[in-house]
């Protein structure tokens, strides 16, 4: 499978963005999708998942309340619609494939597919 993420930007503090992840190719199989991020200097942080059917979605603490994961079924897109941005929030942020279970979906280790990063700055 293929993913191409885009929608970063600059952005203000308190702003609103929003990032898509298509996913192209041989997308059977897939059973859910994940947005990690990392900012310079530091370790690659686990920001929300969902599972292909949308039915369950999970979130990191720090984005929980300001951040939302959907996906478009017909588009085979998974976004993420990030609110009431802060700087902290500034990274390059990646999507991911999984095709094992919902096991621990806040593990990269879960992932097998990963798109290219699209960077996400905020400023204050």
């Known amino acids: 499978v293929q993913l191409q993420a885009s929608g970063g930007g600059l952005v203000q503090a308190g702003g609103s963005l929003r990032l898509s992840c298509a996913a192209s190719g041989v997308i059977f199989g897939i059973n859910s999708m994940g947005w990690f991020r990392q900012a310079p200097g530091k370790e690659q942080e686990f920001v929300a998942a969902?599972?292909?059917?949308?039915?369950?979605?999970y979130y990191a603490n720090s984005v929980k309340g300001r951040f939302t994961i959907s996906r478009d079924n017909a588009e085979n897109t998974v976004f993420l619609r990030m609110n009431s941005l802060k700087p902290e929030d500034t990274a390059v942020y990646y999507c991911?494939?999984?095709?094992?279970?919902?096991?621990?979906?806040?593990?990269?280790?879960?992932?097998?597919?990963w798109g290219q990063g699209t960077q996400v700055t905020v400023s204050s």
């Open positions: 991911a494939a999984s095709r094992t279970g919902w096991g621990s979906p806040s593990s990269p280790y879960e992932y097998d597919s």
């Open positions: 969902i599972t292909w059917s949308a039915r369950r979605t």
